[in-house]
């Protein structure tokens, strides 16, 4: 071989070295999420320079930090205007193992609404919310399995320039099915973390039944071990194809599977009985699960929710109008319940607009930019003025108790002029023609 074709090989080497590193350096591109395929779309019509579209975008952002705080099963019913671009947060704590359902219902139906779900970072020094999945825009529906505990976080927001309306609900849901054939939840017993003899903690649930009833497998999976001896007396473990855990069945009066056997959904591992430690108690089925760091809480796992949604209990007419607190201040809650936490006291006659409402509460936003919820029977309308004024001069109604330059009308001097509402040192008034606006 002569010293030319060395010289090629060499190159081509070379070039092909020089390729995969391009390749390595360069990661497949990521599929946007919908609520980004929007935001690219206006970007590419010029439209988030604008006013309104970087009104859009802030709101999104304020989704995520001014979140406010609700229990589920819960509903809501709120709504959208295409005036003023608005996006909601709902944060929401859940166990490992739950199964979150969330429905989304909206009029029109052509109005397209993002519903996106993000996971709270705990390690970050400020809040930071993590992006996990979006709701399917086809079905206005989502479903998520919590893989740790803590406080999960919807931004809800809807395409700019929409008006409408919308009713969410999120509710709860096992992850798996019931371990023991036709349990109940008030079948269980025994809990996670209750004392045990030698100062051990229960690590799993107990579920009472009849000897002899079947128990049976949660999901598909493989036969990991089946032995007999110790505290647990007759035991199958099996390892969830879907999920990255052990099931730990125990007690059992007969074990029905062997190693290595595959079963699936509701087939018979067993029968619940009184063996190892259990033989002076009525019979039972001890179940845990166990990941690779140790044994975590079934019971959210398996528990069977009810999911009651309360009604709004609220004036849908109200949905988007302007209220104001009444002659007295009021507490502002981050929830809609009795014990929720107070974000402020809003002053008397502090005016608000209603977005929203659940469980006898509206959620409303007040001018300087406050959101929370506050009781239905605090609110009054502003048809009745709090007092009246006559201007001496010309006078600016503004759109905002802030603006300075987004007059939304001017009053001519002499006139007389209805205040419905005050914010600090703004007042809150309504023209003769019947505009709502601020002056100072």
């Given at each position: 071989?002569?010293?030319?074709?060395?010289?090629?090989?060499?190159?081509?080497?070379?070039?092909?070295?020089?390729?995969?590193?391009?390749?390595?350096?360069?990661?497949?591109?990521?599929?946007?999420?919908?609520?980004?395929?929007?935001?690219?779309?206006?970007?590419?019509?010029?439209?988030?320079?604008?006013?309104?579209?970087?009104?859009?975008?802030?709101?999104?952002?304020?989704?995520?930090?001014?979140?406010?705080?609700?229990?589920?099963?819960?509903?809501?019913?709120?709504?959208?205007?295409?005036?003023?671009?608005?996006?909601?947060?709902?944060?929401?704590?859940?166990?490992?193992?739950?199964?979150?359902?969330?429905?989304?219902?909206?009029?029109?139906?052509?109005?397209?609404?993002?519903?996106?779900?993000?996971?709270?970072?705990?390690?970050?020094?400020?809040?930071?919310?993590?992006?996990?999945?979006?709701?399917?825009?086809?079905?206005?529906?989502?479903?998520?399995?919590?893989?740790?505990?803590?406080?999960?976080?919807?931004?809800?927001?809807?395409?700019l320039l929409a008006t409408g309306a919308y009713e969410l609900d999120i509710g709860l849901a096992p992850s798996i099915s019931f371990p023991v054939q036709n349990g109940k939840n008030h079948d269980i017993g025994g809990f996670?973390?209750?004392?045990?003899?030698?100062?051990?903690?229960?690590?799993?649930?107990?579920?009472?039944?009849?000897?002899?009833?079947?128990?049976?497998?949660?999901?598909?999976?493989?036969?990991?071990?089946?032995?007999?001896?110790?505290?647990?007396?007759?035991?199958?473990?099996?390892?969830?194809?879907?999920?990255?855990?052990?099931?730990?069945?125990?007690?059992?009066?007969?074990?029905?599977?062997?190693?290595?056997?595959?079963?699936?959904?509701?087939?018979?591992?067993?029968?619940?009985?009184?063996?190892?430690?259990?033989?002076?108690?009525?019979?039972?089925?001890?179940?845990?699960?166990?990941?690779?760091?140790?044994?975590?809480?079934?019971?959210?796992?398996?528990?069977?929710?009810?999911?009651?949604?309360?009604?709004?209990?609220?004036?849908?007419?109200?949905?988007?109008?302007?209220?104001?607190?009444?002659?007295?201040?009021?507490?502002?809650?981050?929830?809609?319940?009795?014990?929720?936490?107070?974000?402020?006291?809003?002053?008397a006659h502090t005016p608000v607009r209603i977005t929203g409402g659940a469980e006898g509460y509206y959620r409303v936003e007040t001018a300087d930019g406050h959101l929370g919820f506050i009781k239905k029977q605090n609110l009054?309308?502003?048809?009745?003025?709090?007092?009246?004024?006559?201007?001496?001069?010309?006078?600016?109604?503004?759109?905002?108790?802030?603006?300075?330059?987004?007059?939304?009308?001017?009053?001519?001097?002499?006139?007389?002029?209805?205040?419905?509402?005050?914010?600090?040192?703004?007042?809150?008034?309504?023209?003769?023609?019947?505009?709502?606006?601020?002056?100072?």
């Amino acid at each position: 071989m002569n010293k030319s074709f060395f010289y090629l090989f060499g190159l081509i080497l070379l070039l092909c070295s020089a390729c995969a590193q391009i390749q390595e350096l360069t990661p497949p591109k990521k599929t946007p999420t919908a609520h980004t395929a929007y935001y690219e779309s206006l970007q590419a019509a010029g439209l988030t320079n604008s006013g309104m579209g970087k009104a859009w975008f802030q709101a999104g952002e304020n989704a995520l930090h001014d979140s406010l705080r609700v229990a589920p099963p819960y509903r809501e019913t709120g709504y959208f205007r295409a005036e003023e671009p608005t996006a909601y947060g709902f944060s929401f704590y859940l166990k490992e193992g739950q199964a979150c359902e969330i429905d989304l219902r909206v009029r029109p139906d052509s109005m397209r609404v993002f519903l996106e779900l993000f996971e709270r970072d705990i390690s970050a020094d400020t809040p930071k919310w993590k992006w996990l999945t979006e709701i399917n825009l086809q079905t206005n529906q989502l479903e998520f399995i919590a893989d740790k505990t803590g406080f999960y976080q919807l931004r809800l927001q809807a395409e700019l320039l929409a008006t409408g309306a919308y009713e969410l609900d999120i509710g709860l849901a096992p992850s798996i099915s019931f371990p023991v054939q036709n349990g109940k939840n008030h079948d269980i017993g025994g809990f996670w973390g209750d004392p045990r003899s030698g100062r051990r903690k229960h690590k799993g649930v107990d579920i009472f039944a009849k000897k002899g009833t079947p128990v049976l497998a949660t999901g598909s999976g493989t036969v990991s071990r089946v032995y007999t001896g110790g505290l647990g007396g007759k035991t199958v473990w099996v390892q969830s194809h879907k999920f990255d855990h052990q099931q730990y069945y125990a007690h059992l009066d007969e074990q029905l599977v062997t190693v290595g056997q595959t079963v699936k959904l509701g087939d018979t591992l067993g029968t619940v009985g009184q063996t190892g430690n259990a033989r002076n108690t009525p019979p039972h089925l001890h179940y845990g699960i166990y990941k690779r760091d140790g044994a975590v809480d079934p019971l959210p796992f398996i528990h069977k929710e009810r999911n009651r949604f309360s009604d709004p209990n609220i004036d849908l007419r109200k949905l988007g109008e302007q209220y104001r607190i009444g002659t007295h201040s009021e507490k502002l809650y981050k929830s809609p319940y009795k014990k929720g936490k107070v974000i402020q006291r809003l002053d008397a006659h502090t005016p608000v607009r209603i977005t929203g409402g659940a469980e006898g509460y509206y959620r409303v936003e007040t001018a300087d930019g406050h959101l929370g919820f506050i009781k239905k029977q605090n609110l009054v309308s502003l048809d009745k003025p709090i007092k009246h004024f006559r201007t001496k001069n010309k006078m600016d109604v503004l759109l905002h108790p802030n603006d300075m330059d987004i007059p939304v009308e001017t009053i001519p001097s002499g006139e007389r002029v209805a205040v419905v509402g005050k914010l600090e040192d703004a007042r809150f008034v309504r023209t003769n023609t019947g505009v709502l606006g601020w002056v100072r």
